[in-house]
Nanobody, 120 residues
Framework: QVHLVESGGGLVQPGGSLRLSCAAS????????MGWYRQAPGKERELVAT???????NYADSVSGRFTISRDNAKNTVYLQMNSLKPEDTAVYLC??????????????WGQGTQVTVSL
């Protein structure tokens, strides 16, 4: 059983900052890539940022320069530092992890999501 537990969402004013965390726990060999996605009401889920096991990062154009993804491999945790937040960043943010569940098989897991609301 694998769990991804997110934290750090909330209400923030435009221009403000939030830091999301996502910790993976359970039975797995190692973590391949981790990432953050978001889904706003009435919209499809979209990629926000990903980070590979080697630390290579990828960002959506809409957040590049404002958001920073990082990971602590010792803690099996991925972070998303969000600065200069805009109302259009309002969404449920979901953590994703690609895990080696055996020495030959990978599987994708999702967290339950954390709400980020950017509003006056």
């Amino acid at each position: 059983q694998v769990h991804l537990v997110e934290s750090g969402g909330g209400l923030v004013q435009p221009g403000g900052s939030l830091r999301l965390s996502c910790a993976a726990s359970g039975s797995f060999f190692s973590i391949n890539s981790m990432g953050w996605y978001r889904q706003a009401p009435g919209k499809e889920r979209e990629l926000v940022a990903t980070i590979s096991s080697g630390g290579n990062t990828n960002y959506a154009d809409s957040v590049s320069g404002r958001f920073t993804i990082s990971r602590d491999n010792a803690k099996n945790t991925v972070y998303l530092q969000m600065n200069s937040l805009k109302p259009e960043d309002t969404a449920v943010y979901l953590c994703n992890a690609i895990l080696w569940i055996t020495d030959r098989a990978q599987a994708a897991y999702w967290g339950q999501g954390t709400q980020v609301t950017v509003s006056l």
